[in-house]
């Protein structure tokens, strides 16, 4: 079973500080998907990453997914209230070509104004 | 439609009674995927379909849950008898592949409640 750990769990910060969360695994994945999730509401994707060592923007997020295709980050800088949210890392995995999305348990994310 | 379509929005059960919780996937998408998720985070994959297919199941308690996706109609997760760990968040997503870059496109979510 390939499993996605993320951390931290929760994060409360101050409107316009940095923050970074990550997304770990022992299990090498095809690609990375990171969502973000608002009270009420599914998933919505904002990346995908495909490419060992893959860098992408996204205004202020910057996503990352490692060299040996098992960890990824997720940086925002100056953070808003705006980007308050559930961050979920999703992985596609390389066995059995046709499993279904595997799913971290999140980063709760709370920026205060 | 552009959204994946989930009813009802909230769903309330004594112990013992069925559910039903249907959605109605992006025309043109090909798989349908269920999840069910518990305390607010952590995302449990149930069942995929291919059109009315099942294509993965590996994720379903066999006991009391089951699922469709018959053709022209709204595809449906069912669970009888319900027991209070039920209770969960239950979404619904659709793609047009299993791992599409594009990702899945989820509806908003059913609250199931087990009283």
């Known amino acids: 079973t390939q499993l996605l750990e993320q951390s931290p769990q929760f994060l409360s910060i101050q409107e316009g500080e940095n923050l970074t969360v990550y997304c770990n695994s022992s299990s090498v994945f095809s690609s990375l998907q990171w969502y973000r999730q608002e009270p009420g509401e599914g998933p919505v994707l904002l990346v995908t990453v495909v490419t060992g060592g893959e860098v992408k923007k996204l205004k202020r997020l910057t996503f990352q997914f490692g060299d040996a295709r098992k960890d990824s980050s997720l940086h925002i800088t100056a953070a808003q209230p705006g980007d308050t949210g559930l961050y979920l890392c999703a992985g596609a995995g390389w066995v059995g070509g046709n499993t279904p999305l595997v799913f971290g348990k999140g980063t709760r994310l709370s920026v205060i104004a | 439609g552009e959204e994946v379509a989930q009813t009802p929005k909230h769903l309330v059960r004594g112990e013992g009674q069925k559910a039903k919780l249907y959605c109605a996937p992006i025309?043109?998408?090909?798989?349908v995927f269920w999840y069910q998720q518990v305390l607010k985070n952590e995302f449990k994959f149930l069942i995929s379909?291919?059109?009315?297919?099942?294509?993965?199941e590996t994720g379903m308690p066999k006991e009391r849950f089951s699922a469709k996706c018959l053709p022209n109609s709204p595809c449906s997760l069912e669970i009888q008898a319900t027991k209070l760990e039920d209770s969960a968040v239950y979404f619904c997503?659709?793609?047009?592949?299993?791992?599409?870059?594009?990702?899945?496109?989820f509806g908003s979510g059913t609250r199931l409640t087990v009283v």
């Open positions: 025309k043109g998408h090909s798989y």
């Open positions: 997503a659709s793609s047009q592949r299993t791992r599409p870059r594009g990702g899945y496109t």
């Open positions: 379909f291919q059109n009315e297919n099942v294509f993965d």
